[in-house]
């Protein structure tokens, strides 16, 4: 284990030049980096500095716990949405988009229609979306898996085949905004695994969007449908006259589509059950409080009240100045609703003794994204365990994974890092194992194997197998 020193109440020539009113920091870049003044803002902070000193305390359980309760209401609308349109098909599918999405005109995208929307995107955006797609595609080149096999002492052949899933639908969110990122996090793995055909769904009453229209060209998908909610997992689980079925739904989505994709699991594979959003930064006094509050703020923008933004740290000081940096950016945000509601219910800044409760509590939280802005992330990072993204320095700030660098942005959340991770190609195959034996295996392993289905009471597995001796 890499040891760790504790740098609480640590005070660098940068931290002595600041006071509680009007102070000057320097950005972690040098010595020659020009200094900001930050002012203490007018309202209290919004971040509340909580001390721990045990993984017991009350306030981590509760955001350890934390989770949206959907209604019943919505769930039996959700379960009649299901049943609709597997016993109706296509018909009901076509109602639940006009009904709910706002659909208007044809659910299916034409590729006129695509080509003519990705014409009119931003030249800027065509540019990051092409070197997004290619730093994917090359990280998740990397996660491909191939067929293997190999011969026993007594002549038999033992393996398992790989093959890539042969239809997936991808989930695009619609309606509180146009997420190309998601499209391209989903689909680009799918491609590297092999997967043949990629049906598309996302809310579009209005018309796909420029953005999603180009990724879809870029990525040479041209399957799409304007449709969301439980009605378009719906249509992928179940299939429709004009639509097939797929194998496996990947993709977050609001409420009504997660627990659409919750109920139909077992009709067909899923990825995981996308929880709100969240971000942890282990931070000392070393980090930017600037910095560091806008990438809390990065997750808390997303508007469901329920994402959590948690900064755990061994220094007071550096709690004070985050905290107050978040107030600031919080109070100047045209988002500033929606950052009070999160923060207020799941932001936290919780201070701690040392980097070991420190380290123990981030392993307890298991947060979806896990910044490290420290003087020695390496060290810290060793000792995390349960994380599904891990950024390392002041630089990997957390929109860096979420857009370009390459990892997945599908991550596990509500503390589901404990035992899933990020979505990647692996996700994409299915795997069949691979059993033949000689004459020479039988003969001589066959008298175990009848031993043992004796041993469970099953006389035909037995005498299976006694009948080839």
């Known amino acids: 284990m890499v040891p760790v020193r504790s740098d609480a109440f640590d005070e660098s020539d940068a931290l002595r ?74 018909a009901a599918a076509l109602a639940y988009a006009r009904k709910h999405d ?56 033992l393996g398992q085949i790989i093959r890539p899933l042969r239809r997936v639908g991808v989930y695009v969110p619609g309606g509180a905004g146009t997420y190309p990122s998601t499209l391209i996090m989903n689909a680009v793995p799918a491609q590297v695994a092999g997967v043949r055909e990629i049906a598309v769904v996302t809310p579009a009453p209005g018309g796909i969007h420029p ?19 439980a009605q378009a997992v719906a249509m992928l689980a179940y299939g429709t006259a004009k639509v097939e079925r797929v194998d496996k739904i ?78 600031q950016q919080v109070e100047a945000s045209p988002k500033r609703a929606i950052l009070e509601k999160s923060l207020r219910n799941f932001g936290r800044i919780y201070l701690v003794p040392d980097w070991n409760l420190g380290c123990a509590l981030a392993d307890a939280i298991a947060p979806e994204h896990l910044e490290i802005i420290t003087r020695n992330p390496d060290a810290l990072s060793a000792r995390i365990r349960n994380a599904g ?22 991550l596990p959340t509500n503390g589901s890092a404990r035992f899933f991770s990020p979505l990647g190609t692996y996700d994409f195959y299915k795997r069949t194992s691979l059993i033949r034996y000689s004459p020479q295996a039988m003969k001589k392993h066959g008298p175990l194997i009848a031993a043992l289905a004796d041993e469970e009471g099953f006389i035909h597995h037995a005498q299976a197998v006694r009948k080839r001796l």
């Open 211 to 229: 953005s999603i229209a180009f990724a879809l060209q870029e990525l040479g998908i041209k399957e799409a449908y304007r449709i969301g909610g």
């Open 389 to 410: 993204a891990i950024f390392l320095g002041p630089y990997s700030s957390e929109p860096v994974g979420d857009y370009f660098a390459g990892p997945n942005h599908v």
């Open 250 to 327: 990947v993709g977050p989505g609001n409420v009504f589509a997660t627990l659409a994709k919750k109920e139909v699991f077992g009709t067909v594979d899923i990825d995981m059950i996308a929880g709100p959003s969240e971000i942890l930064v282990l931070a000392d006094d070393s980090a930017d409080p600037d910095w560091v509050a806008a990438d809390l703020l990065s997750q808390a923008e997303h508007g469901s009240g329920y994402e959590a933004a948690i900064c755990i740290t061994t220094s007071a000081k550096a709690a004070r100045w985050i905290a107050d940096c978040v107030a």
């Open 17 to 90: 030049r600041n006071s509680l009113h009007d102070r000057a920091y320097s950005r972690p870049r040098g010595k020659n980096a020009p200094l900001k003044t930050m002012k203490t803002p007018a309202t209290a902070p919004i971040l509340r500095i909580v001390p721990v000193k045990s993984l017991k305390h009350p306030d981590v359980r509760a955001i350890t716990s934390r989770e949206p309760s959907p209604s019943p209401e919505i769930t039996e609308t959700v379960k009649a949405i299901l049943a609709d349109i597997k016993s109706k098909g296509h």
């Open 102 to 157: 706002g659909l208007k005109g044809p659910m299916a995208v034409s590729q006129a229609d695509i080509k003519a929307k990705a014409a009119k995107l931003d030249p800027k955006v065509k540019k990051a979306i092409r070197g997004a797609i290619a730093n994917v595609r090359r990280f998740h080149s990397l996660q491909q898996e191939k067929s293997w096999s190999f011969k026993g002492r007594d002549g038999e052949t």
